[in-house]
Each structure stands twice: as structure tokens, then as C-alpha cells.
Nanobody, 129 residues
Framework: QVQLVESGGGSVQAGGSLRLSCEASRSIYRSACMGWFRQAPGKEREGVAAIYTGGSSTYYTDSVKGRFTISQDKAKNTVYLQMNSLKPEDTAMYYC??????????????????????WGQGTQVTVSS
């Protein structure tokens, strides 16, 4: 089973920043829609952001727009989630996911309707007030 390697989680004060990293295998990263999800206790999993590895289009859920930035380093097969101005409500387990394929040259990488076949182990983000 191919696994995505995540890192960067931790505990911060409200208003602080964290950068999450997700390193994927080369075969996955070559052409994929990759996304960040989060899930807090008692809540459903929520799509946070997504990016197409072969392009520059990005997607963000409304609650993180202007605060979070998804980006990539193709040389490292790595997707990042820069999280600024963190709020206590951002506290959750964050997961990286990937949907490899060639269809993303015409299909929007926006999480909705995307079948993510690969998932990371999750990294905990805790924001205290």
C-alpha cells in the first residue's frame, strides 16, 4: 500500500502559524489532485484545500480563505499547507489525500466529487486560546 508521509502538526497559540507537509511517491505526484482534509472529534471530515500537481489551480473552503495557503514543491514531491492566523476552531486531525490520474487537465481539482484513493496517517493540529 502506498502511503503519504505527513509532518508539521503541533500545538500553537491562537494567531500562530504551522506548515504541514505531505510527501507523496513519485508515481502519485506525477499527476494528481491532492487535498488536505481535517476532522475534529464529533464532526464530519471536512475538505480544507486542494491543488493539482500538474497545474496551479487551487481550492479552499470558505473558513480558511485568506489564512491558509496550499502550495507544492515538485522537486520534493511535496504538498504544503501553510496555516496562518490559526483559530481554536482549526483544531483537528489533518489528513493529506491524493487522487492520481491524467484527467485533471480537464477536470477541476476541487475535492467535491473526487475519489481520493490514497491517504496519509494524519497529523494533529491543536490551537489554544
Amino acid at each position: 500500500q502506498v502511503q503519504l508521509v505527513e509532518s508539521g502538526g503541533g500545538s500553537v497559540q491562537a494567531g500562530g502559524s504551522l506548515r504541514l507537509s505531505c510527501e507523496a511517491s513519485r508515481s502519485i505526484y506525477r499527476s494528481a489532485c491532492m487535498g488536505w482534509f481535517r476532522q475534529a472529534p464529533g464532526k464530519e471530515r471536512e475538505g480544507v484545500a486542494a491543488i493539482y500537481t500538474g497545474g496551479s489551480s487551487t481550492y479552499y473552503t470558505d473558513s480558511v480563505k485568506g489564512r491558509f495557503t496550499i502550495s507544492q514543491d515538485k522537486a520534493k514531491n511535496t504538498v504544503y499547507l501553510q496555516m496562518n492566523s490559526l483559530k481554536p476552531e482549526d483544531t483537528a486531525m489533518y489528513y493529506c489525500a491524493a487522487a492520481p490520474g491524467e484527467e485533471w487537465w480537464f477536470r477541476p481539482c476541487v475535492i467535491i466529487g473526487v475519489d481520493f484513493g490514497y491517504w496519509g496517517q494524519g497529523t494533529q493540529v491543536t490551537v489554544s486560546s
